[in-house]
């Protein structure tokens, strides 16, 4: 009877060890965005920029399942495949650590919101890696277009769908669904931060990102590279269409991240939260 209690003592004090208490997961993100907000200019810069590369990979899967595959945009299995393919820039991005501008609406303003860091330093960050994200994605876009076609596994009809399933919406819905997508990033970083192994890290990124693509969500840096594809192989996706899905999605990421992940769980951790 003895070593039985004993043994369910020691389960249950193992099992409330494997999970990070909310606090720390605030405290180590607020560090997190700290160290990210004091960093060297230049540093930022190509951090951002590689991320706006690297995310590239997945609308270019993107453009070669929905070449080759029999289905289309509502097929359950071609949906599926197509949200996975979107996921897998995120991966190159996030676990390999580059500076993506949708993270920080939610870690680096979680330090301005702890009175550590000032607003002009987010705003520093914040304009840094979204620069450098943007000015990747349409470095990436221009590569891939002018090789693609030579490569001939992706259409140019594959990469006019996948920008015109941003653009054909309307402004009100592309910022609304631009606070869910910013607002999903918000939790990857939060998640994230709560994940200790790598495998579980690659399945929280999956599973957000994936639910992104699946959904169509508008996100601001993946978004940059598909509608410019858009813009580059057809005439049906006008710069001013571009423009406007940039500015609405990147001002809807914002608020997503920042004020229903960074605002809210700051406010129920540190009122005696986890």
Same mark, same amino acid.
């Given at each position: ?28 993100? !607020? ?6 907000? @004091? @960093? ?15 995310? =590239?990979?997945?609308?270019? #899967? ?10 289309? +945009? ?11 393919? +979107?996921?897998?820039?995120? !991966?190159?991005? !996030?676990?390999?650590? $580059? ?12 330090? &301005?919101?702890? *009175?550590?860091? $000032?607003?002009?330093?987010? =705003?520093?960050l914040w304009g840094l890696v979204y620069a450098g994200n943007i000015v990747g994605g349409a470095v990436f876009a221009g590569l891939l277009v002018t090789l693609m076609p030579n490569l001939g596994v992706a259409s140019p009809e594959a990469f006019e769908t996948i920008a015109h399933k941003l653009v054909d919406h309307d402004p009100g819905w592309l910022f609304v669904a631009g606070i869910l997508a910013g607002w999903l990033m918000g939790l990857l970083a939060w998640? #994230? ?6 495998? $579980?890290?690659?399945? &929280? ?6 639910? !992104? ?20 192989? $057809?005439?049906? &996706?006008?710069?001013?269409? +571009?423009?406007? %899905?940039?500015? #609405? ?6 608020? *997503?991240?920042? &004020? %229903?992940?960074?605002?809210?769980? +700051?406010?129920?951790?540190? @009122?005696? *939260? =986890?």
């Amino acid at each position: 009877m003895g070593d039985a209690e004993t043994t369910t003592e020691g389960d249950s004090e193992e099992s409330t060890t494997e999970q990070t208490p909310s606090p720390d997961i605030l405290d180590s993100l !607020i560090e997190s965005g700290l160290h990210e907000i @004091r @960093r060297e200019r230049n540093g930022l810069l190509l951090s951002g920029f590689s991320a706006g590369l690297d995310i =590239g990979f997945g609308p270019v #899967l993107m453009a070669v399942i929905l070449t080759l595959s029999t289905g289309g +945009y509502g097929d359950l299995g071609t949906e599926l495949l197509v949200a996975s393919a +979107y996921a897998v820039g995120f !991966i190159f991005v !996030i676990i390999g650590r $580059s500076e993506l501008f949708t993270e920080h609406t939610t870690l680096a303003v979680l330090p &301005v919101v702890d *009175g550590r860091a $000032s607003l002009a330093g987010l =705003g520093r960050l914040w304009g840094l890696v979204y620069a450098g994200n943007i000015v990747g994605g349409a470095v990436f876009a221009g590569l891939l277009v002018t090789l693609m076609p030579n490569l001939g596994v992706a259409s140019p009809e594959a990469f006019e769908t996948i920008a015109h399933k941003l653009v054909d919406h309307d402004p009100g819905w592309l910022f609304v669904a631009g606070i869910l997508a910013g607002w999903l990033m918000g939790l990857l970083a939060w998640l #994230l931060t709560a994940a200790q192994e790598t495998i $579980s890290r690659l399945a &929280v990124v999956w599973l957000v990102t994936a639910s !992104i693509g699946l959904l169509h969500l508008p996100h601001s840096i993946a978004g940059n590279v598909e509608v410019l594809f858009g813009v580059f192989v $057809s005439s049906g &996706v006008s710069v001013t269409d +571009y423009a406007t %899905f940039l500015a #609405l999605a990147t001002a809807g990421n914002a608020i *997503g991240g920042g &004020v %229903f992940v960074a605002l809210l769980k +700051y406010g129920h951790v540190v @009122r005696g *939260g =986890g």
